[in-house]
């Protein structure tokens, strides 16, 4: 049976009992009524010892460390690993939300945010526990060879898992631009998705690269990427990508992407 958001269990972790009561109140305009509440990082941390949540949504800051703090030690435990993890939070300044989006979040919501918004980091959610393949008319979407090149381990992750949701198994991995272009030049692949900031090659001298020195010049090229400079955006359009999807990225968008790229 499909997920829908009224199916979901939620962790809220907020530390303002008066944000705890409005996010409830919109939850529940969403029909997500399975709802705990933790006030800080160590009494969400003990929560979720007993619990397991479809969806974890944490605010930024406590008194006792930071949301990333326990993206951090979700991410390293082996039964919660791979939780839906959404950022409610009223910071903007980019660096402070870099690592949130190289951490395959589920979404970032501002404070205050609006139904439209929480709609759809809910519905990202359901698409990331639903299993819904990838119908194409070109391929068996199961033996589709896909590159994924990022310097977050974390990123990765989550992108296979959006990946895996379609159907796609025959996912390859890479840290950086050069490792994928050694990887290139060894094996065939029918796509490739990358990261833009990356060490030592990035996503733009990678597909640079693929189109005009390797032998799959053909690939189809989706570039996920944080970045907001119209400058970098238009740079990253000529190099020759086939699209641009947002960090972090809703699964629906990647599945409409997919089969536009891989259908054309």
């Keep these: 049976m499909d997920f829908a958001p009224s199916d979901l269990s939620l962790l809220l972790v907020e530390p303002s009992s008066t944000q705890q009561k409005i996010i409830r109140a919109q939850l529940e305009t ?53 939780t839906p993890f959404m950022l409610v939070s009223s910071e903007w300044r980019k660096e402070q939300l870099e690592e949130f989006k190289q951490s395959g979040v589920v979404a970032i919501l501002p404070k205050p945010f609006s139904r439209e918004h929480l709609g759809k980091a809910l519905n990202a959610t359901v698409d990331l526990l639903n299993f819904e393949e990838l119908e194409l008319e070109l391929f068996d979407v199961t033996e589709l060879r896909v590159l994924v090149v990022d310097d977050s381990a974390l990123a990765r992750k989550y992108i296979s898992k959006v990946l895996g949701t379609l159907g796609m198994q025959r996912i390859s991995y890479a840290t950086d631009g050069r490792e994928a272009i050694d990887l290139i030049y060894e094996q065939m692949f029918d796509l490739v998705v990358t990261d833009y900031n990356m060490p030592n090659v990035n996503g733009r001298e990678l597909t640079e690269y693929i189109r005009t020195q390797s032998d799959q010049s053909h690939i189809p090229v989706l570039m996920v990427s944080s970045e907001a400079n119209e400058t970098h955006l238009q740079q990253i359009e000529d190099s020759g990508v086939n699209a641009l999807c947002d960090k972090p990225f809703e699964p629906e968008t990647v599945r409409h992407l997919l089969y536009q790229l891989l259908e054309n």
């Design 30 to 82: 969403e029909d997500v009524t399975n709802v705990s509440i933790a006030s800080s990082v160590s009494e969400a941390r003990e929560l979720l010892q007993s619990q397991h949540p479809d969806l974890i949504a944490s605010a930024m800051y406590f008194s006792d460390g930071t949301g990333l703090d326990l993206l951090k030690s979700i991410r390293s435990d082996t039964a919660l690993g791979e």
